[in-house]
């Protein structure tokens, strides 16, 4: 028996050195990953697929204009402020050479030609050749009794809505129909803001602006000129402009009920609210100073969670309208990123006392979700309440709170455009200098 269990030891002993020496001899494998046909290593270099040439997503949304419009210094916001008037001029460019001061004109007439023909005959005993860049169809008449030549072709060529350059080393005039102009903007940034809000409402999008030496820059044809020479007219006659600070957020209650917004009495005191203005949907509340982002946030913690949506600033020339895009401000890509709020704004005399009279409407892509007409002292703030964030969401069932809803908070600000040049400088009213401009 002994005998036995001694072989089945040995035959056992010879079994695993057997195995051993089995494994011993198998290759050892590495694991493959085959990708689209081509094999995965941790040594493999990653292949992407070749894209178009696009500009990539953040270099297209790069913008110096957002720190400008999508900041708001709270702590240091003026209710009212002061800029001296200052000339908007504005210079046509690449004009060329001038044309010979030597050469004038007498008792020229042109009837139903257009603009190339009738400065051919104008230049016909003249060494100097007119060039047609484009094709020009339009048709002037005239009579020019008496003027230098520059004159003429600058008169003739208005008339006929192109623009003219001379080439003396060539002798050409050539005709185009499109021009490149300079603007030289006021110093006052919230003035500058206005004036690009009023050209991009005009559709004007290829603006080059250097804010250093604050310029802009454009192309456009005769009908660009003249939308252009009207806001720069009419921006320069206004003594006031209207500018809103604003905070945009997302309220989640904590629990299964809305914010209880009449807390706002007893927690502020009802001298600090106002009026209340009922919209198609939503309210707007005017409140005093004494309500603002920070004691806001403090009152809406209270119940729930507050998540700033965006926050910015826009200005316009007092009468005008304007609008602020919450996406193009927004903390990140959010539901409420297609929200736009616009405003049109008067400052003066409302039945004998100095009110702001503004029109604040929100709108989406889908169209005009509510409006607000809001009379308001200067110092008085808006707090509109009751926009449910469904408004915004798109897809049959979401995971967002039925009583989730937006807050907007808004400050409007007043800026009084004074004459006096460079002797006055921009300041911030305070005090007893308040008092009597609001008085006046």
């Known amino acids: 028996m002994n005998i036995l269990k001694k072989c089945m030891v040995v035959f056992a002993g010879l079994a695993i050195v057997a195995g051993c020496a089995q494994r011993q001899q198998q290759p050892m494998v590495d694991t493959i990953t085959v990708v689209d046909q081509l094999v995965i290593d941790e040594n493999s270099v990653p292949i992407f697929p070749k894209k178009a040439a696009l500009t990539t997503d953040t270099a297209r949304r790069f913008s110096i204009e957002l720190p400008k419009r999508c900041e708001v210094d709270w702590d240091n916001q003026s209710v009212v402020s002061v800029v001296p008037a200052e000339n908007i001029e504005i210079i046509r460019l690449n004009t060329g050479d001038a044309l010979p001061e030597d050469l004038g004109v007498a008792d020229f007439e042109f009837k139903e030609m257009t603009v190339k023909k009738a400065l051919d005959k104008l230049l016909d005993a003249v060494d100097i050749a007119v060039v047609q860049d484009e094709d020009m169809y339009q048709k002037i008449s005239g009579n020019i009794t008496a003027g230098p030549l520059a004159d003429a072709v600058e008169l003739m060529t208005r008339m006929g809505h192109v623009y003219y350059s001379y080439d003396a080393e060539y002798g050409e005039i050539h005709l185009t ?227 989730a809803e937006l807050v907007v908070f808004m400050s409007p600000r007043v800026v009084s455009i004074v004459e006096g040049g460079k002797d006055v400088g921009a300041n911030q009213l305070i005090g007893d200098e308040l008092r009597d401009f609001l008085t006046k």
């Open 177 to 403: 129909n499109r021009g490149k102009w300079m603007i030289k903007m006021p110093q006052d940034e919230t003035i500058i803001m206005a004036m690009l809000d009023a050209m991009h409402g005009a559709d004007m999008r290829n603006l080059l602006v250097n804010w250093k030496d604050k310029t802009v820059v454009f192309e456009g044809n005769y009908q660009t000129e003249r939308e252009v020479a009207k806001i720069i007219a009419d921006i320069s006659s206004k003594k006031y402009m209207i500018a809103w600070d604003m905070d945009v957020y997302r309220v989640y209650p904590r629990t299964d009920n809305p914010i209880v917004w009449m807390n706002l009495l007893p927690a502020f005191g009802a001298n600090n609210v106002r009026m209340s203005i009922p919209g198609v949907v939503g309210r707007a509340l005017v409140v005093g100073p004494e309500i603002n982002t920070k004691t806001l946030q403090e009152f809406m913690a209270q119940q729930a969670n507050v998540v700033l949506v965006s926050q910015g600033t826009f200005a316009i020339p007092n009468g005008w309208q304007s609008r602020f895009d919450i996406g193009q401000c927004s903390k990140e890509e959010r539901l409420e990123t297609d929200l736009i709020i616009g405003a049109t704004g008067t400052y003066g005399d409302f039945g004998g006392m100095k009110k702001i009279d503004s029109k604040i409407v929100l709108r989406t892509s889908n169209g005009e979700l509510t409006s607000f007409n809001i009379p308001s002292s200067v110092g008085d703030n808006y707090v509109i309440v009751g926009i449910p964030t469904h408004s915004f969401v798109t897809t049959p069932e979401t995971l967002v709170s039925p009583f």
